[in-house]
Structure formats: structure tokens, C-alpha cells
């Protein structure tokens, strides 16, 4: 009889461990609906967390201000903002039309801040605009909608950025010799009525007129323009004309081609918008005048790329002055 004993004996005590064992188990668990105390939710940490840390508070915006919201992960800092800089003018089409640009600059680039200022004579001018960024803490790129290098791009508007030394910009390059450019040209003067046997013809000429500049530089950079354009229209010869501050005027440059021959004799509008000068411009035509490139795709095109070629020069400066 002692071997049963020994057996039942052994039996006991391994059930009373198995009970011992379960209530301890047991005395984890809550009634449904139980929530922790704090203390609980502090040692024992909730499930499928794996030591990520809580966010951390934010002190509330100030009345009238919307608190910012957090950078998603992986997403780049907001972008600079593209300040697009016209001269200005007292016709009413002419701050219109640089909205409808800027329009399709938004388009091509959504979620991008683009703004528009002016030199003079409209609103907003540009050193409202840039005061307003500064106070926003944004970065910026100024792209000029002028087309060479004169007195405003190289004067103005550096002068407006020292004006506001706490507002991180730079100033992209204008507008310029560019084939975007010149395709804006070439489609005006085709809705103008220039056929493609005109850039063959041997009695018709082209005068590109722009606003014109004392600035050596600019003169060379239409003259450039002047050359594309006529790579573009055939061969045609295009003769580059100013409506202020530099010669040829437009009706010299329509007299000089009548000299040799060429009297069918179309105005290509460099201007981005209606105003005085554009308007005399086309009043010297003898043939055709184009109208202002406006809100052309292509400028738009070539908004952005001024833009994008500013940020990358931004970008190498900031990495070599790292080296």
C-alpha cells in the first residue's frame, strides 16, 4: 500500500501547484469595461506600441492663427515661393493677363505659393509682397517677367531684397533667350495671320519689339532672341526695335527692312502684357502685329524653369560654402 500512497501523494501536489499557478494568472485579469488606473497605463504599455515616444505638446496658436500643422514623414520642406515681378502699367488688361499667367504657372505646379508684385504703378508692389514673406518666415525666388538683364532686374530688385534683410531669396534670371520663349512668339504671330510660307518669302520681314534698355546687356540678349526667332520662322530676317531708351524705334526697324526689299513687314510683340508700349508697338505694323504673350503655355513653361534653375544655383551654392 505504500506505492499508491507515494503515487496519490505526488498527484496532490501537482494539482495544487497547477491551482496555485492559475490563480496567480487570474489575478491579472479585470472585469469587462475595467479601465487601469494610471499608474497601470504608465507600467504596462499598451499593445502593438513599440517604443514609439508620445507626440509632444504644442503650445496653442494665438487667437486668429491657425496652429501649423506637422511635416508629414518622408514629405520635403515647403517649397520657396515664386514671386513673379512685372514692371507694372496703368492699362487695366495688364495685371489680368499676369493673373491668367500665373494661373497656369499653378497649374503646372500644384501646391506651389505663387504670388505676383509689381515694380510700380500696380498692386501689390514688390516691397509690400516681400515684407509680407518675411513676416511669414519664407524662403523665396524672384522671377522677373522682364526679358533681359536692364536696370530693373540688376538694380530694382536686388535693392527690394536688401530692403529686407530677415527674408531668405534670390533672384532668378529673366525671362531671356530661351526656345520656350520663342515658341510664344512664333504661335502669337501665327494667330496674328504668319503662314509658314511667309518665313520663305523674300518681301516679308519680322521687327521683335521690346521696351528697351541703356543696359549694353539687354540689347544683346533681344538681339539673341531676335536670331532664335528666325532660326524659327524659316529663316526670315527679324529685326530687334525698342519702344523706349535704346534704338532702333519700331518704324526705323520697318524702314531699314522696306530698304532692302522687305515690305511685308510683321511686329512680334516682346511684351507679357497690354500697356502703352505694347500698344505703340503694334500701331507701326504695316502688315501684322502679334499681340503680348500673356498667358501663353509656354511662358508658363518657362516661369518654372527660371524658377527650378535659381533653386538648383541656391542648392550647390549652400553645398560648396559646406565643403
Known amino acids: ?32 469595461g475595467h479601465r487601469p488606473r494610471k499608474q497601470e497605463q504608465e507600467v504596462t504599455p499598451p499593445m502593438n506600441i513599440t517604443g514609439r515616444a508620445a507626440p509632444a505638446p504644442t503650445d496653442p496658436a494665438p487667437v486668429g492663427i491657425a496652429p501649423a500643422r506637422p511635416a508629414l514623414a518622408g514629405t520635403a520642406p515647403t517649397a520657396p515661393a515664386l514671386v513673379a515681378v512685372g514692371h507694372g502699367s496703368r ?16 497649374e503646372l505646379r500644384p501646391g506651389l505659393d505663387v504670388r505676383l508684385a509689381h515694380i510700380e504703378l500696380n498692386t501689390p508692389l514688390l516691397d509690400t509682397t516681400l515684407a509680407g514673406l518675411a513676416a511669414e518666415g519664407r524662403d523665396a525666388v524672384l522671377v522677373p517677367l522682364l526679358f533681359a538683364p536692364g536696370h530693373h532686374v540688376t538694380h530694382d530688385l536686388p535693392a527690394a531684397l536688401a530692403a529686407e534683410p530677415a527674408l531668405r531669396a534670390r533672384v532668378a534670371e529673366p525671362l531671356g533667350a530661351h526656345p520656350l520663349l520663342v515658341e510664344a512668339l512664333a504661335d502669337r504671330l501665327a494667330r496674328a495671320g504668319w503662314d509658314t510660307e511667309d518665313g520663305t518669302s523674300a518681301g516679308t520681314g ?48 520697318v524702314r531699314a527692312l522696306a530698304a532692302r526689299g522687305r515690305h511685308r513687314v510683321a511686329v512680334a510683340s516682346c511684351f507679357t502684357a497690354p500697356g502703352l508700349f505694347a500698344t505703340r508697338a503694334a500701331a507701326h505694323a504695316p502688315w501684322i502685329a502679334a499681340a503680348p504673350l500673356g498667358a501663353h503655355p509656354a511662358l508658363a513653361r518657362l516661369v518654372l ?19
Open 1 to 32: 500500500m505504500t506505492e499508491p500512497d507515494s503515487t496519490f501523494a505526488n498527484a496532490a501536489e501537482l494539482l495544487g501547484r497547477i491551482t496555485e499557478q492559475l490563480g496567480t494568472q487570474l489575478g491579472h485579469l479585470r472585469p469587462y
Open 91 to 106: 492699362d487695366p488688361r495688364a495685371r489680368a493677363t499676369l493673373n491668367r499667367l500665373l494661373d497656369r504657372v499653378r
Open 206 to 253: 519680322v521687327v521683335l519689339a521690346s521696351a528697351g534698355s541703356r543696359d549694353p546687356r539687354s540689347g544683346a540678349e533681344i538681339r539673341r532672341i531676335a536670331a532664335l526667332l528666325g532660326e524659327r520662322l524659316g529663316g526670315v530676317p527679324v529685326v530687334p526695335a525698342y519702344t523706349s531708351a535704346a534704338a532702333p524705334t519700331v518704324p526705323e526697324a
Open 305 to 323: 524653369h527660371r524658377y527650378d534653375a535659381a533653386l538648383r544655383a541656391t542648392t550647390r551654392e549652400r553645398e560648396l560654402a559646406t565643403v
